[in-house]
């Protein structure tokens, strides 16, 4: 961890909060599972058996996976039958990798089985290990998350005259790995004689989930905050941006980089077209400021119509008064 946060110290917090060291470090692991492996080895080998299948429909892909899990089965079962000894052949080679990297090391004994183990050459300050053969302890803990003999546990075996098979845990014997393929998956008939169900098959039922839908996406947990000018919804989740799916070109130039709204040419059109409305629009003031100008100086001259309309009111009054006015009587002076 020292070796890590001297890398990067995020990393280091990122382990801390996220998960255990029991998933990620031996010195933690569980000592009752026998089993010291960090990596996905066994699901690796399965998956490249079934790469035939995994593009089948379901059904072919089902009877693939069960006449190859059949197989495989019987395979062992035989296999685990032909053992000459109590265990398999890659435990023994992984015994005798352990029995010759034991010279390295020499064995003080303490008790009948408890051992102080060092290395050959070296201080006396040097690593050390202490085993003990009777409740299968080793201070460098292989021994007991494997189940199988370390080196310190085999140097002491050989101080005892002991063979380092007989201190193999017991889920590594024949006898356990008959017992596991010992259930096998019995043989099914071609489709042809299959019975026949007139049942409709129906799809399942659609229930929908309470709430509003939500349409932003959903981010890792390794994956940065948004930033403060992005659109979030009311869950602070981000939108995913239109660009990641959607690919779209200028129509003007035909460029991927841009659109037609920030294509370079269209901007240019625009400034131009602007400083010519500009230069236009100064002409068009200047034409009628000189036509407000000489309007002002030059006086209009009466309406001839206006005259005549208002001669013949004025007339049209006058008869109107006299008609309404009653006749009066002529006086005759006779002389």
């Given at each position: 961890m020292k070796e890590m946060f001297c890398i990067s110290s995020k990393a280091v917090d990122w382990l801390r909060d996220h998960d255990t060291p029991n998933h990620w470090s031996r010195a933690h692991f569980r000592t009752e599972y026998k089993c010291d492996m960090l990596l996905n080895n066994l699901c690796e080998s399965y998956n490249a058996t079934i790469i035939p299948a995994r593009d089948k429909s379901v059904l072919v892909m089902l009877e693939?996976?069960?006449?190859d899990l059949m197989i495989r089965i019987a395979n062992r079962r035989v296999a685990g039958m032909k053992w000459k000894i109590n265990v398999g052949p890659r435990i023994q080679k992984i015994i005798a990798k352990n029995a010759k990297r034991a010279r390295e090391?020499?064995?003080y004994r303490s008790t009948d089985y408890t051992f102080e183990v060092g290395a050959r050459s070296g201080s006396v300050l040097s690593s050390k290990h202490s085993v003990d053969l009777a409740k299968r302890i080793c201070t460098c803990r292989r021994w007991m998350m494997s189940g199988i003999p370390c080196?310190?546990?085999?140097?002491?075996i050989f101080?005892?005259?002991?063979?380092?098979?007989?201190?193999?845990?017991?889920?590594?014997?024949?006898q356990s790995y008959l017992n596991a393929y010992s259930h096998p998956i019995n043989p099914v008939p071609g489709i042809e004689l299959w019975p026949v169900i007139n049942a409709p098959i129906q799809p399942p039922p659609f229930r929908r989930q309470p709430g509003r839908p939500k349409r932003a996406r959903r981010r890792d947990e390794d994956e940065e905050p948004p930033a403060p000018n992005v659109e979030t919804n009311e869950e602070g989740r981000t939108k995913m941006p239109r660009s990641s799916?959607?690919?779209?070109?200028?129509?003007?130039?035909g460029s991927m980089d841009h659109n037609k709204r920030t294509c370079p040419i269209e901007r240019a059109k625009k400034t131009m077209n602007a400083s010519e409305g500009q230069s236009?629009?100064?002409q068009v003031s200047v034409h009628n400021m000189s036509k407000t100008s000489v309007n002002s100086k030059v006086k209009r001259a009466p309406n001839p119509r206006r005259a005549v309309t208002s001669t013949v009111g004025t007339s049209s009054k006058a008869i109107g008064s006299e008609s309404s006015q009653p006749a009066q009587p002529v006086s005759q002076n006779f002389c």
């Open positions: 693939h996976l069960r006449q090391y020499y064995g080196p310190h546990v085999i140097c002491c101080l005892l005259g002991h063979d380092p098979l007989d201190y193999v845990h017991d889920c590594y014997s024949k799916y959607v690919t779209s070109s200028c129509r003007t130039c236009n629009g100064e």
